[in-house]
């Protein structure tokens, strides 16, 4: 449910340019904001219907870097990245916040695999018992590394809460199955609508840089995947990857490795770190109120940052990393670095640049946003074109906010936000004015054009149906109205042709209708 543009795996191709690039890629830097109740970045990974340029997500300036190593009959693996500076605090009045540091934002997943984070504790009573662990506030954690909450769930060790059964409340299909223990579950199950059973014995458990754990993942076919202490092993038993030194914090090198086709031979992919010294230079005094000043890592621990990732056929991608400003040369452990990515050169020579321009060199204080984001993109054969990204949402007093796209030839993309979500898309040529108008109505709210591109903030923690009206120039508009269940599948699209009302009326001139039943015992 992404809009993407930049390189698309399924299909195979660059959307908006063309470098020279020889394998699949797509990047993330991400900048969002974070509670120290939550371990992850809740803006890390693709989020549910967002709205992306080269890989950037417009809404809140996250870029997601994702690097395919191995796929085979019941087994795809990606490597991930997550490189960015934001703020974490504690709820409430006088506590301050500070800005994150980067650990080792490279990590491998299996792309149709699911987790989830450590849980929130507190204490409590239960059949007259006090001072026992409640465990609250689960996320699941999908193979992009983004969160979904597991919908208020709650497990004890004290048998009034024996084991949690709960539906992500935000559309994703997720279901997580918990039991307690101490102190927290060990092992938990989860289905997504693919009909994919994932047993993660601890939290992460089939992320492999999380330490030893013993977890597995069954899709709707019976195919098998086991994950132990790094090494991954198909339904044959034999070995699909071996990840070794991941999230070791360490200089040393991550290694992801498989068999070859030849007898013996091994394919390798090498992940080589230097330690950088991290800060920031934001001059932000206030994070949504919480007093925050600048930093730089003086005393320890240091960071590593993958810098280079070497291939099986020995080309290699190069990654690196915005300067702190005002800093020149290295520091105590290194470079001197944000964490934020400034350039990505490919493996034929291509590559794309990214500047963060603005107020608070390139932040806004409050939204944690990047003001005016730039993009180049060069095939290293003469051939270069650059966008830029500017972005409205200054503050939080409103979540209506515009990001305006320049193309190289000067033509304009302006989208329009209610939080994450793109209610609006104005084209226009530089020569032609508008070309095309997208307005998108979520959850009918739709009974103006208005109410749908400036909606009164509901924040909706699941969209259940979209109305999308699309003109050219200046005709009337056509209509796609989608209507999806409680797990995110689709259940109707109804089309209305050009002339379309605010809100719809009449009959469509095409309609489909889904439902979905049980298959061999796995419920769709």
Same mark, same amino acid.
């Given at each position: 449910?992404?809009?993407?543009?930049?390189?698309?795996?399924?299909?195979?191709?660059?959307?908006?340019? /063309? &470098?020279?690039?020889?394998?699949?890629?797509?990047?993330?830097?991400?900048?969002?904001?974070?509670?120290?109740?939550?371990?992850?970045?809740?803006?890390? #990974?693709?989020?549910?219907?967002?709205?992306?340029?080269?890989?950037?997500? %417009? *809404?809140?300036?996250?870029?997601?870097?994702?690097?395919?190593?191995?796929?085979?009959?019941?087994?795809?693996?990606?490597?991930?990245?997550?490189?960015?500076?934001?703020?974490?605090?504690?709820?409430?009045?006088?506590?301050?916040?500070?800005?994150?540091?980067?650990?080792?934002?490279?990590?491998?997943?299996?792309?149709?695999?699911?987790?989830?984070?450590?849980?929130?504790?507190? $204490?409590?009573?239960?059949?007259?018992?006090?001072?026992?662990?409640?465990?609250?506030?689960?996320?699941?954690?999908?193979?992009?590394?983004? %969160?979904?909450?597991?919908?208020?769930?709650?497990?004890?060790?004290?048998?009034?809460?024996?084991?949690?059964?709960?539906?992500?409340?935000?559309?994703?299909?997720?279901?997580?199955? %918990?039991?307690?223990?101490?102190?927290?579950?060990?092992?938990?199950?989860?289905?997504?609508?693919?009909?994919?059973?994932?047993? *993660?014995?601890?939290?992460?458990? %089939?992320?492999?840089?999380?330490?030893?754990?013993?977890?597995?993942?069954?899709? $709707?076919?019976?195919?098998?995947?086991?994950?132990?202490?790094?090494?991954?092993?198909?339904?044959?038993?034999?070995? *699909?990857?071996?990840?070794?030194?991941?999230?070791?914090? /360490?200089?040393?090198?991550? /290694?992801?490795?498989? &068999?070859?086709?030849?007898?013996?031979?091994?394919?390798? +992919?090498?992940?080589?770190?230097?330690? +950088?010294?991290?800060?920031?230079?934001?001059?932000?005094?206030?994070?949504?109120?919480?007093? !925050?000043?600048?930093?730089?890592?003086?005393?320890?621990?240091?960071?590593?940052?993958?810098?280079?990732?070497?291939?099986?056929?020995?080309?290699?991608?190069?990654?690196?990393?915005?300067?702190?400003?005002?800093?020149?040369?290295?520091?105590?452990?290194?470079?001197?670095?944000?964490?934020?990515?400034?350039?990505? !050169?490919?493996?034929? #020579?291509?590559?794309?640049?990214?500047?963060?321009?603005?107020?608070?060199?390139?932040?806004?204080?409050?939204?944690?946003?990047?003001?005016?984001?730039?993009?180049?993109?060069?095939?290293?054969?003469?051939?270069?074109?650059?966008?830029?990204?500017?972005? /409205?949402?200054?503050?939080?007093?409103?979540?209506?906010?515009?990001?305006?796209?320049?193309?190289?030839?000067?033509?304009?993309?302006?989208?329009?936000?209610?939080?994450?979500?793109?209610?609006?898309?104005?084209?226009?040529?530089?020569?032609?004015?508008?070309?095309?108008?997208?307005?998108?109505?979520?959850?009918?709210?739709? $009974?103006?054009?208005?109410?749908?591109?400036?909606? *009164?903030?509901?924040?909706?923690?699941?969209?259940?149906?979209?109305?999308?009206?699309?003109?050219?120039?200046?005709?009337?508009?056509?209509?796609?109205?989608?209507?999806?269940?409680?797990?995110?599948?689709?259940?109707?699209?109804?089309?209305? $042709?050009?002339?379309?009302?605010?809100?719809?009326?009449?009959?469509?001139?095409?309609?489909?209708?889904?439902?979905?039943?049980?298959?061999?015992? !796995?419920?769709?």
């Amino acid at each position: 449910m992404s809009t993407q543009t930049g390189y698309s795996p399924s299909v195979g191709r660059f959307f908006g340019g /063309s &470098p020279n690039i020889a394998r699949p890629v797509v990047l993330l830097v991400t900048l969002c904001i974070a509670s120290l109740s939550i371990a992850q970045d809740p803006a890390e #990974g693709i989020q549910l219907f967002s709205t992306a340029r080269f890989g950037i997500d %417009l *809404a809140t300036s996250n870029i997601y870097f994702k690097l395919p190593i191995r796929t085979k009959l019941g087994f795809s693996y990606s490597m991930a990245m997550s490189s960015h500076p934001y703020a974490t605090y504690q709820n409430g009045n006088g506590n301050p916040a500070f800005w994150q540091a980067v650990d080792h934002p490279l990590r491998g997943r299996l792309d149709s695999a699911a987790s989830y984070t450590l849980p929130a504790y507190h $204490s409590g009573t239960c059949a007259n018992k006090a001072d026992k662990y409640w465990e609250v506030n689960f996320f699941v954690v999908d193979g992009t590394g983004a %969160l979904h909450s597991a919908n208020g769930g709650i497990v004890d060790e004290l048998g009034c809460n024996p084991q949690m059964t709960t539906t992500a409340s935000d559309g994703s299909g997720y279901t997580l199955i %918990l039991s307690s223990a101490i102190p927290m579950p060990e092992q938990a199950t989860i289905y997504d609508r693919h009909g994919n059973k994932i047993i *993660a014995k601890g939290p992460f458990g %089939l992320d492999p840089g999380w330490g030893p754990s013993s977890s597995s993942i069954t899709d $709707s076919d019976g195919n098998l995947i086991t994950a132990v202490n790094g090494t991954y092993t198909d339904s044959f038993g034999v070995n *699909a990857l071996t990840v070794s030194n991941v999230l070791n914090y /360490s200089a040393g090198n991550d /290694s992801y490795s498989y &068999p070859g086709f030849t007898p013996g031979s091994t394919q390798q +992919y090498q992940v080589l770190q230097k330690s +950088y010294t991290e800060g920031t230079a934001f001059g932000c005094t206030a994070v949504h109120g919480h007093q !925050i000043s600048d930093w730089i890592e003086t005393t320890g621990p240091t960071y590593y940052l993958p810098y280079q990732i070497n291939l099986p056929d020995g080309s290699s991608y190069q990654i690196q990393y915005e300067q702190i400003p005002g800093y020149s040369g290295n520091g105590p452990f290194g470079p001197y670095t944000t964490g934020r990515v400034s350039k990505i !050169i490919y493996s034929g #020579g291509g590559s794309i640049t990214y500047s963060y321009g603005g107020s608070n060199n390139g932040i806004y204080c409050d939204t944690l946003v990047v003001p005016t984001l730039t993009v180049t993109v060069s095939d290293n054969n003469g051939n270069a074109g650059t966008w830029t990204y500017v972005n /409205s949402h200054t503050g939080l007093s409103s979540p209506n906010f515009t990001v305006t796209e320049t193309t190289p030839t000067g033509d304009t993309i302006t989208h329009y936000f209610d939080g994450e979500y793109e209610t609006e898309r104005l084209v226009k040529d530089v020569n032609l004015g508008v070309l095309s108008t997208t307005v998108t109505c979520y959850n009918k709210n739709y $009974s103006s054009q208005s109410s749908c591109v400036s909606p *009164a903030w509901y924040n909706p923690t699941q969209i259940t149906q979209t109305d999308v009206y699309t003109s050219f120039g200046t005709s009337a508009p056509s209509l796609v109205e989608t209507q999806f269940d409680s797990y995110g599948n689709t259940t109707a699209v109804k089309k209305f $042709s050009f002339g379309a009302t605010y809100p719809p009326s009449g009959t469509p001139a095409s309609e489909t209708d889904t439902t979905y039943a049980g298959v061999s015992g !796995i419920t769709c």
